[in-house]
């Protein structure tokens, strides 16, 4: 299991983004994490990049928001279309994100946000 977590601003403090992952099982070392990065791109997010070499079929992705992944629909779908493929899954800690989740998911076949690993369809 794997963390990521981003901001877009400095003024943001990331530690409660690391907290909700540390809270869904994700250890320190393996979370991943881009500093100042607008997520309009995957322009400035290296350590998603980074990321996204080091996972592997079977592994979970956590988010505690699906818009960390980047903030345009397109490129989240895409994103989790290319996970979809690589049978890797992604799992977003806030419910509040689920239906925008859901959405996002039903368009490359997966299930909505349950707080848990999103399960595959087969």
Known sequence: MYGYARTNRPDVDVEPQHRALREAGV?????????VVSGLNMDGQTQLETLLGVVRAGDTI?????????????RMGALLAELKHRDVMVSATDHVSSSVFARAGCAV????????PVPRAR
Do not use: K, N, P, S
């Open 27 to 35: 250890r320190e070392e393996a979370i991943f994490t881009d500093l």
């Open 62 to 74: 956590v988010v505690d928001h699906l818009y960390r992944l980047g903030r345009d629909a397109c």
């Open 109 to 116: 076949g997966m299930c909505e946000a349950t707080g848990g």
